[in-house]
Each structure stands twice: as C-alpha cells, then as structure tokens.
C-alpha cells in the first residue's frame, strides 16, 4: 500500500536551495520589489483551527509592508485566531520557461481606523477622510509585515542563478 511521504515533499526545496546559486541579498530585494510594484492584486491565505481562507485582494506596499482595506469577511476568523499569513503574486502561467510568482509569509495585525498609520494609507490611496466617515462602520486596515519570501523567476537561470529564491526578512525593509 503506497503511503505519502509529506516530509520528503515538504523539503523537496529546501534540498534543491542547498546547491542553487543563490542572489546577492540587495539584489534579491531590489527585484522583489520591482515586482511586488509591478502588481496590486495578491492572494492572501488566513486560516484558524477550522478555517482557511484564500481571498483574492489588492494590496497597498507602502514602507516595506503589505496593506489592506476591506470590509470584512471571512479572513477575519482566521486572523482573531493566527496572525500567520501567506500571501501569493502571480504572473499569468504561461509554461515551465515563463514562471514569475512571489510567495510571502508574513505576520498581520490590525491598524485603528483614523490612526496616523490608517490616515498615512488612506493618502496613499488617494481616499478622502471625509468619505470614509461617511461610511456606516470604517474599513478595516490589515497590515502585513512580511518575514520570507520566495521569488520565483524562470529568468533568473540566464543570468546564472537558480530559478528559486529565498530571502528571510530580519525586518522591513
């Protein structure tokens, strides 16, 4: 009877990052915000004890973390209960040699409505303080500070480097 091995599939990565050539750190950072800039839309995964939940999003990355307006939803049961969060930024799949994606873990919290850090993103995004008062309850602000990522970059193999990058995040940057 086959039985999965979970742990060999989960490591599969791991194992290959040991022999890749891997990125200068600046370098890695410098391309992976290009590319969190060159996109708006991600999804973010919450999830609690018996909830998970990927919602198709737009972020705001102001200062080195993601952030979120949104009225509610179900994201929010698993963020009482886990401020773990992945995300992923993702181009169109177009074959094995055309790979491009993002993948982010990170570490949510909620930001007070009206707070200077809500007002600071509410300027960004170009949304009138007045507007939002207007409103019966005031958006809820999610605020991720991402802690890995993993670039991905089919490209990166013609300048050498493995197709796979990982950078852990000491903070934001």
């Known amino acids: 009877m086959w039985k999965m091995d979970y742990d060999a599939a989960a490591s599969h990565w791991i194992e290959r990052?040991?022999?890749?050539?891997?990125?200068?750190?600046?370098?890695?950072?410098?391309?992976?915000?290009?590319?969190?800039?060159?996109?708006?839309?991600?999804a973010l995964a919450t999830a609690s004890q018996d909830c998970v939940r990927?919602?198709?999003i737009e972020y705001n990355y102001v200062d080195g973390c993601f952030y979120?307006?949104?009225?509610?939803?179900?994201?929010?049961?698993?963020?009482?209960?886990?401020?773990?969060?992945?995300?992923?930024?993702?181009?169109?799949?177009?074959?094995?040699?055309q790979l491009k994606s993002l993948q982010v873990q990170g570490v949510a919290s909620m930001v007070e409505p009206f707070s200077e850090e809500y007002l600071k993103l509410m300027e960004h995004k170009k949304i009138p303080v007045e507007a939002m008062k207007k409103l019966p309850q005031a958006m809820n602000l999610i605020k991720v500070v991402p802690m890995a990522y993993d670039y991905l970059d089919s490209d990166l193999k013609k300048e050498g480097f493995g197709s796979r990058q990982h950078l852990i995040m000491s903070c934001p940057f």
Do not use: Q, W
């Open 17 to 42: 990052d040991k022999e890749s050539v891997h990125m200068e750190e600046v370098a890695l950072k410098e391309r992976i915000e290009t590319f969190i800039g060159g996109h708006n839309t991600c």
């Open 68 to 97: 979120f307006f949104s009225e509610g939803g179900l994201k929010f049961k698993g963020l009482k209960e886990n401020k773990n969060v992945g995300m992923a930024i993702f181009e169109p799949y177009g074959g094995f040699g």
């Open 54 to 56: 990927n919602t198709p």
